[in-house]
């Protein structure tokens, strides 16, 4: 045998070696990285999850949701795998894009129906006051604000004037038709009817006031939640306000001074 055979002949043995440990090393990882996307897979949840922003007390539809694939361990509670299970569910709460909607995020299951009645807390009552842009606040007063309610009404057979504080700290479910506040920072809203979360003591209160006599709100920041007691004020207390007291009148000092003349007494004061 040449040596130009003998060198053609190690050549493709060689490359008969080399294509066989390929073909062994393809078999390996293939079957590695079968393996690894099976544990994978096994180590993943489905779950529900928004398609789309959605606001508190929208109606959930199988066209609102989408399943995504989550680690066990970063398995939101209270989530949901199914969404034919969602279908026709109620949001207590906003939900984001890509946000899991859990048992946490939704109204009880009795609420069959969007709207202001899923968003009533337990043990409260919705109720509607008639309304203007004065008692609004020009607007500013939005869904989710807490609010002083005052009334200015007569008593008494002269029928003297009164206003006074009688609720306070309630909320504002909605404004008119408006169950959220606007998404724009500093938009406002005039309506003529808002609508307050009371308990069913408070609603008789308001339901009083409002019809014996005007209502006013105060709107408060969201994290004073001080009780304040008022015994109110009518036209005389009004008057009085930031009045400078008065004057304490000076009394002069006399002096008393007696005279004796001969046998007759008498005394003199200056």
Do not use: C
């Amino acid at each position: 045998m040449s040596k130009s055979t003998r060198a053609l002949v190690q050549i493709g043995l060689s490359l008969l070696l080399a294509l066989v440990a390929g073909v062994l090393i393809f078999n390996w990882t293939s079957s590695v990285n079968g393996k690894v996307a099976v544990q994978k897979a096994a180590d993943t949840i489905p779950v529900v999850v928004a398609k789309v922003d959605m606001k508190r007390g929208v109606k959930l539809t199988e066209e609102m949701i989408e399943v995504r694939n989550y680690t066990i361990a970063s398995r939101p509670s209270g989530a949901f795998s199914d969404p034919a299970k969602l279908a026709g569910r109620v949001l207590s709460v906003n939900v984001g894009t890509n946000e899991a909607v859990t048992a946490m995020k939704l109204a009880d299951e009795s609420v069959l129906g969007g709207g202001v009645s899923a968003l009533i807390e337990p043990g409260k009552r919705a109720m509607a006051v008639k309304g203007n842009a004065v008692m609004g606040l020009s607007g500013f007063v939005r869904p989710g604000d807490r609010v002083d309610v005052m009334v200015s009404m007569t008593v008494g057979q002269k029928e003297n004037p009164v206003t006074k504080l009688v609720l306070e700290q309630i909320k504002i479910i909605a404004t008119g038709t408006q169950l959220q506040a606007p998404d724009e920072e500093g938009q406002v809203a005039s309506v003529d009817v808002y609508t307050l979360e009371l308990t069913p003591k408070q609603s008789e209160l308001l339901a009083l006031a409002a019809s014996q006599g005007t209502l006013h709100f105060a709107l408060r920041n969201e994290q004073d939640t001080e009780n304040i007691l008022t015994t109110g004020s009518d036209v005389p207390r009004t008057l009085a306000a930031l009045r400078p007291k008065a004057k304490a009148r000076s009394r002069k000092t006399r002096t008393r001074v007696e005279v004796i003349t001969g046998g007759t007494r008498s005394s003199v004061r200056f």
